[in-house]
């Protein structure tokens, strides 16, 4: 949004920086879900949990993840998150509407309506235009950030190094703190109980650190030649590779590996 030069351009900016929290809001939730559906198996929590990973499944598997899978997803979790508020930290605040103030997936809803307008080839013709409807965008943006507080307590790490301390029998993780639109990320040094593989991205989570993998990783996208920080968007249902999107180009790029850990979530086939 910064980096617009005109009306037109910040609108288009505005509704990316919507689909993008979506999308960071929604594979949160998803890595702290899929944490308790595997630690916990066959546990209460583990049964709440898998549903819900199993319908964002469904939308890998079949015709991808867009923008609004990841608010109808949210949406979905809103009586788990009001019954089990444990489970997702801070969800329960983020996706409660209030006559005063819209929940998150409320203003995300007026971004992606505005996009699936666009889309239909309705876009502002004018900068006149434009204006006009961002004074009608901006405050939802906003709003939905002011929303999504709760993501400062769970950051992401993309994981540069995990080395043994064994006087401590602990080891020392150096991470880069995942911000902005490229993986040249400000860099942090933590003490684990346990190991993290090198160079993936985590959340770090009131438990510790946690993969989020398979939802997002980092690829090298053939079409800018470069390192991307890339979102899981779908996958065969069978058989197959992934498909990821870059979040900055929008890109796709394959992850050979990453399908089978996509049909792998819980649900049926």
Not at 19 to 41: M, N, P, Q
Request: with cysteine; proline share 7%.
């Amino acid at each position: 949004m910064q980096q617009a030069h005109t009306p037109r351009d910040e609108y288009e900016a505005v509704i990316d920086a919507g689909e993008t929290l979506a999308i960071v809001i929604s594979v949160t939730a998803a890595a702290l879900l899929k944490d308790h559906a595997r630690t916990g198996s066959g546990s209460d929590t583990a049964l709440l949990a898998e549903p819900a990973l199993a319908r964002l499944k469904q939308a890998y598997v079949g015709s991808g993840a867009m923008f609004g899978t990841w608010t109808n997803w949210l949406a979905s979790l809103n009586a788990l998150v009001t019954a089990h508020p444990a489970l997702i930290p801070g969800f329960r605040e983020a996706l409660e509407s209030r006559p005063d103030e819209p929940s998150v997936v409320d203003h995300l809803n007026v971004l992606r309506n505005e996009r699936n307008r666009a889309a239909h080839g309705d876009k502002p013709h004018t900068r006149q235009e434009a204006t006009l409807r961002l004074a009608t965008l901006r405050p939802h943006l906003e709003g939905a950030l002011h929303r999504a507080r709760f993501l400062e307590d769970v950051p992401w790490l993309l994981t540069v190094s995990s080395s043994y301390q064994p006087r401590t029998d602990n080891f020392a993780v150096v991470t880069r703190r995942v911000m902005g639109d490229h993986p040249d990320f400000e860099k942090q040094t933590f003490t684990w109980s346990r190991p993290v593989a090198d160079e993936m991205f985590y959340v770090l989570g009131p438990s510790g650190p946690l993969s989020l993998s398979p939802f997002v990783a980092s690829r090298f996208c053939g079409h800018c030649r470069q390192l991307e920080v890339c979102y899981a968007y779908k996958t065969g249902k069978r058989q197959g590779p992934a498909t990821f999107k870059s979040f900055d180009s929008g890109h796709d790029i394959p992850a050979d590996e990453l399908g089978d850990d996509l049909r792998g979530l819980p649900g049926r086939d």
